[in-house]
Antibody, heavy 118, light 110 residues
C-alpha cells in the first residue's frame, strides 16, 4: 500500500538544525511532488514547501526562505526537510504529504515531533 | 501570505447539515480551482476530503461536498454524524506558486 514513513521524534537546542526524513513506498516515487506541512502544539496547519521527485525544483513558503532546504534521494525514494537556526517557535509536528495535483493529497506521513528546547 | 479565514467553530445536531466557509483573495481561492479540504482528528494526520474545489477522493463519504463562489470556498457536511467531529482546514494554491492553509474550524456534533 502507498505509505510515507517519517523519521522519529527529535529534540534540538535553539540555534541547531534538524533534518526529517520521509521514505515513500507503494507507488512510483518519480510520479509525485512532495509537500511539507507543520503543526505547532494546539495550532493550525502551516505549509512549508514542495519539492519535485528529482529534487531539482523547490518552492518554499516565504516565512521559511533561507532557513529550510528540501532534498530527495531517488535511490531510496526518500525526501528530506532540513530546518536551521531553530527557535522555540519551531516546536511542532512536521508532516510530509504526497501531492495530488497542486495540493497535499491522500497520503501523509505519520508526523515527526521536533522539540526545540535548551 | 496570510492564512485563509475560516470560522473558529461550527456545530450541528446529528442528521443536520453544516457549512464551513474559507475566505481568501483573488490571488488564491478566487484565482484558482485548487482548493482542498482536510479533516483532522486529535493526534492524527490530516485526511484529504475534497480536492480541486468539488472532487471527492475515493472512499470519502458523499455527505461531504465542496463549492466556491468568488474568493470564498465552502465545505458542506450533510447528515452530520458523531464521527464528523474534528478540525477542518481548507487550503489553496496561490499566485506565488505557494500554498496556504485556512485558520481551521472545529466542528462539534451536539
Amino acid at each position: 500500500q502507498v505509505q510515507l514513513v517519517q523519521s522519529g521524534a527529535d529534540v534540538k537546542e535553539p540555534g541547531a538544525s534538524v533534518k526529517v526524513s520521509c521514505k515513500a513506498s507503494g507507488y512510483t516515487f518519480n510520479n509525485n511532488y512532495m509537500h511539507w506541512v507543520r503543526q505547532a502544539p494546539g495550532q493550525g496547519l502551516e505549509w512549508m514547501g514542495i519539492i519535485n521527485p528529482s529534487g531539482t525544483s523547490t518552492t518554499y513558503a516565504q516565512k521559511f526562505q533561507g532557513r529550510v532546504i528540501m532534498t530527495t534521494d531517488t535511490s531510496t525514494s526518500t525526501v528530506y526537510m532540513e530546518l536551521s537556526s531553530l527557535r522555540s517557535e519551531d516546536t511542532a509536528v512536521y508532516y510530509c504529504a504526497r501531492s495530488r495535483g497542486y495540493q497535499p493529497g491522500e497520503t501523509w506521513g505519520q508526523g515527526t515531533l521536533v522539540t526545540v528546547s535548551s | 501570505q496570510s492564512a485563509l479565514t475560516q470560522p473558529a467553530s461550527v456545530s450541528g445536531s446529528p442528521g443536520q447539515s453544516i457549512t464551513i466557509s474559507c475566505t481568501g483573495t483573488s490571488s488564491d481561492v478566487g484565482g484558482y480551482n485548487y482548493v482542498s479540504w482536510y479533516q483532522q482528528h486529535p493526534g492524527k494526520a490530516p485526511k484529504l476530503m475534497i480536492y480541486e474545489v468539488t472532487n471527492r477522493p475515493s472512499g470519502v463519504s458523499n455527505r461531504f461536498s465542496g463549492s466556491k463562489s468568488g474568493n470564498t470556498a465552502s465545505l458542506t457536511i450533510s447528515g452530520l454524524q458523531a464521527e464528523d467531529e474534528a478540525d477542518y482546514y481548507c487550503s489553496s494554491y496561490t499566485s506565488s506558486s505557494t500554498r496556504v492553509f485556512g485558520t481551521g474550524t472545529k466542528v462539534t456534533v451536539l
